[in-house]
């Protein structure tokens, strides 16, 4: 790389019902970075290809991700392209902003950590302007039990349990820096931020609360499904459109000149 060579970080938010997940699949597959990558070539006029940080399933929301791009065309400033971009986006794809990073700056291997939420509509009848964005259970839930069996999911843990069939790392230990439990209205919803989340981490965790909350399970089950490290002790996965990628976390030195984590 010479130094007319950018590297440009883009924070991205979009609506995941009209798309088969994030990643880029086999041509005619509607995804999310298949559209941003092509309003990127088109504007900054040469192939490339985008780094996400995080692949969301189909479905899944976001109004953080975070991608990553290289490119040597200097002529259109941060704003510009931004604003460019989001010309030739569709009305479920924004890029909330673009800012210039270190070229040693990468969207996922920086990343020190993500915030997820997951909505759950409570109330019996379903709200249709909330269609696809929030996961319609139809029956109240103890979100008091549920805060505590989330508690007990804090700290570095073996998240086996938690992790779906499509699972391909080997180390399932995670950490979990905060797991919390709002209530309001007709709406639970289940925040989490962790230092890294295994396939289906999240949507598990959040049909597991559930089965807390609604009496079928006590507090303490968590504890036990942590211990046995066995998918089947968990509850259900919860449906997609519950969740939301809201955030994904760097540290200070990811964005400083010297960084060398390629």
């Given at each position: 790389?010479?130094?007319?060579?950018?590297?440009?970080?883009?924070?991205?938010?979009?609506?995941?019902?009209?798309?088969?997940?994030?990643?880029?699949?086999?041509?005619?597959?509607e995804t999310v970075q298949l559209r941003v990558e092509d309003a990127l070539r088109h504007v900054l006029r040469h192939p490339l290809t985008i780094q996400g940080c995080s692949r969301t399933d189909a479905g899944v929301h976001a109004q953080g991700q975070v991608v990553s791009v290289k490119t040597g065309n200097s002529a259109i400033p941060a704003e510009g392209l931004r604003r460019a971009l989001n010309s030739r986006?569709?009305?479920?794809?924004?890029?909330?902003?673009?800012?210039?990073?270190?070229?040693?700056?990468?969207?996922?291997?920086?990343?020190?950590?993500?915030?997820?939420?997951?909505?759950?509509?409570?109330?019996?009848?379903?709200?249709?302007?909330?269609?696809?964005?929030?996961?319609?259970?139809?029956?109240?839930?103890?979100?008091?039990?549920?805060?505590?069996?989330?508690?007990?999911?804090?700290?570095?843990?073996?998240?086996?349990?938690?992790?779906?069939?499509?699972?391909?790392?080997?180390?399932?230990?995670?950490?979990?820096?905060?797991?919390?439990?709002?209530?309001?209205?007709?709406?639970?919803?289940?925040?989490?931020?962790?230092?890294?989340?295994?396939?289906?981490?999240?949507?598990?965790?959040?049909?597991?609360?559930?089965?807390?909350?609604?009496?079928?399970?006590?507090?303490?089950?968590?504890?036990?499904?942590?211990?046995?490290?066995?998918?089947?002790?968990?509850?259900?996965?919860?449906?997609?459109?519950?969740?939301?990628?809201?955030?994904?976390?760097?540290?200070?030195?990811?964005?400083?000149?010297?960084?060398?984590?390629?």
């Open positions: 790389m010479t130094d007319s060579v950018r590297n440009l970080m883009l924070v991205i938010a979009y609506d995941g019902r009209n798309y088969h997940g994030w990643q880029r699949q086999a041509d005619g597959i986006l569709p009305a479920d794809i924004v890029v909330r902003s673009v800012r210039d990073v270190p070229l040693s700056f990468n969207a996922s291997g920086n990343a020190c950590g993500k915030t997820y939420r997951y909505r759950i509509y409570t109330a019996p009848t379903r709200p249709v302007e909330l269609a696809g964005q929030v996961y319609c259970y139809g029956r109240r839930l103890d979100a008091e039990k549920m805060r505590q069996a989330a508690a007990r999911l804090t700290g570095r843990h073996d998240f086996a349990a938690f992790a779906s069939a499509g699972e391909e790392r080997e180390n399932t230990v995670r950490t979990i820096f905060s797991c919390t439990i709002s209530d309001v209205g007709d709406e639970v919803e289940i925040w989490v931020r962790g230092d890294g989340f295994l396939y289906n981490m999240v949507r598990n965790i959040a049909g597991t609360l559930v089965e807390v909350g609604r009496g079928h399970w006590p507090v303490s089950r968590i504890d036990d499904i942590l211990a046995g490290c066995d998918r089947v002790l968990a509850g259900p996965t919860a449906p997609p459109d519950g969740l939301t990628l809201m955030c994904v976390h760097y540290p200070p030195d990811a964005f400083y000149e010297d960084n060398k984590n390629e």
